[in-house]
């Protein structure tokens, strides 16, 4: 059996599952989370620490200008079998990095054993929890990002 990192990402059925996870997870809390699955990196990315690639697609994915610098990126190097969890500053005032990186951890241990969508299942609900008990959804709150996930 291939290992879940190597199979091609995701299919419909699963980025289905993916999609209504983020929005049951932003439905609970003001943070809004992204996912980006990456199948490996290209030309220059090559040299570039994984934390920096997932900036990256943080600001390109305007995940910096939230209402409340609470944007969440879920980003998954496919072919490294590796997952960074970048947050904003908002976030991060409450939840520092330390945290994100020992929930990517159990992420990427979860897919191992589980597969690639359960495991990312697995992994949304586990940051679901502490962004619902610090950022709290209030009643003005709005999805400000797409849930869907980006494959790239």
Known sequence: MAHPFSRPPLARHE?????ARIAALEARSAGELRLVLQRRRA???REVPL???ALGHFRR???DQTAGATGVLLFVLLEERRLQIV???GIYAK???????ALA?????AIGAFGLCAGLEMLIDKIAAPLAAHFPRDAGDRNELPDAPVMR
């Open 87 to 89: 947050a904003d500053a």
């Open 43 to 45: 030309g220059k990315e």
């Open 105 to 109: 951890a159990e992420g990427a241990r």
């Open 61 to 63: 994915l305007g995940m």
């Open 51 to 53: 934390m920096t690639l």
């Open 95 to 101: 939840l520092p990095q330390a945290g994100w990186d």
């Open 15 to 19: 980025r289905a599952a993916l999609t």
